[in-house]
């Protein structure tokens, strides 16, 4: 059986999706082997496959936890009773944030979401596909009662703000002018001075 903590108390889970993250942000997700994963997580082949079916699964992995994470916030958020300016605010706002705070994360998974398994990719699409609808949802919410414009479609103004997102990793660098929240209120600004009737 693997252990499955180190020395200092560290999940071996971790340490390989740890080990995984930063070797596909350095070399590709195609580039790396399984052998150079265990050897930088310090396990042996058999305790990734204890944890993890594949390679595969550790992409998915990588992705998967920040979808979590922003859903979980998602929900928090859209689900106060705070006016829908507010809620729709802090919403676009913590996707940029969460998305900066994990950007070797959403980078990997952008640069390499063609090679999941279909039917891996089939799952991520589909966790997409609710965080989207949820995010819309507030949108149409506003729309529906006056405070945001009906001019352009709800699905478009999703699509416009999470192509901001998606391209963060393409530009944001920590040591840059803006932090992760100036960025966040930049973009969700944008987004509502869109909405305005």
Not at 26 to 50: F, N, P
Not at 122 to 132: F, G, L
Not at 139 to 168: C, M, N, R, W
């Amino acid at each position: 059986m693997p252990r499955t903590t180190d020395g200092d108390g560290t999940p071996v889970p971790q340490r390989l999706l740890a080990a995984a993250t930063r070797l596909f942000a350095e070399q590709g997700y195609d580039r790396t082997s399984v052998q150079e994963i265990v050897e930088a997580a310090g396990v042996t082949k058999g305790a990734l496959y204890h944890y993890f079916g594949s390679k595969d699964d550790l992409l998915h992995e990588v992705y998967a936890r920040v979808l979590r994470v922003q859903q979980e916030r998602l929900d928090a958020l859209a689900n106060t009773d705070e006016p829908i300016e507010k809620r729709l605010r802090a919403v676009a706002a913590d996707v940029v944030v969460t998305t900066i705070e994990n950007l070797d994360d959403a980078s990997i998974f952008f640069r390499s979401m063609h090679q999941l398994s279909p039917e891996k990719n089939k799952q991520v699409r589909a966790e997409r596909r609710k965080y989207h609808e949820r995010f819309r949802a507030l949108i149409e919410e506003g729309q529906e009662v006056g405070v945001f414009s009906k001019a352009t479609p709800a699905d478009l103004v999703v699509d416009y703000h999470f192509g901001s997102v998606h391209h963060l990793s393409n530009w944001y660098r920590p040591d840059g002018p803006l932090s992760p929240q100036e960025v966040a209120d930049h973009l969700a600004d944008l987004l509502l001075r869109a909405l305005r009737p």
